[in-house]
């Protein structure tokens, strides 16, 4: 059993961090009382359906300051177990706090009628302490964005980056409707159709023949050139904002000609240049497919 505790002053990205170990397989139960860590990790030990059991926790201020001072205690019960047990503590300075707060406009947890935000966030230093001081991974979230914040907690915790972004470029007709998950879409309607040319209509862009007639075509190969000079610049920079899927939608009036031949030939040349590059041709039906 691996057990992760998440703690930190509010605002400091503790949400963030149990996302990032939410998508990586981890149980995650937010604001924990402290009281109940022993009892946690008892019965997931137990668990039959748990061979290799990932559990994280957050334990904050939201809990009762009493409980909170008992914490060493219930960390070393928890240890006693030959558990494999991480304390990650998030924080970020004073200035930075109040910023977000502020910003969100969300209740601090130890705010009330006679304590202002700003006492609040430097009290909470004192709560958190007997945390604070057994912490194994320690991270100052002050100058980090969302995804710096996922990212440093992946290469200090999960000792792994951010999993590569999977692209799919994918072909279909317009009189069937746009893909619902399609991120860019482009129209290749404009181009010459060889759906006119009685000896071209069966076949699709994946035949050579129908490769042969739109490589000739000088509006074809603009248009290629455009969409992969486009593609080929932003993708990386899509791809580096942490998005796990991209779709790329490349249409024509019926998805079987134009936009199976630029999909294809598209999804052949990204794949030099990127990882996991997918292509699928959604309305195209071929005989055997």
Sequence with gaps: ???IIVSGRSGS???TALDVLEDNDFYCIDNLP????PQLAERTLLSAELLHPLVAVSIDARNMPNQLAQFPALLQTVRERNIDCQILYLDADDKTLLKRFSETRRRHPLTNDT???AEAIEDENTVLEPIASLADVSIDTSELNLYQLRDTIKLQLLER?????????ESFGFKRGIPIDADLVFDVRCLPNPYWKPDLRPLSGLDQAIKDYL???HDAEEMYQDIYTYLSKWLPRIAASNRAYVTIAIGCTGGRHRSVYLAQRLSEALSAELNNVQVRHRDLKLEGQ
């Design 1 to 3: 059993m691996r057990l």
């Design 13 to 15: 990205g503790k949400s």
């Design 34 to 37: 402290a009281l109940l860590l």
């Design 115 to 117: 304590r202002s935000l």
């Design 161 to 169: 980056p951010e999993p590569t972004t999977a692209f799919l470029v």
């Design 215 to 217: 490589s000739g075509q």
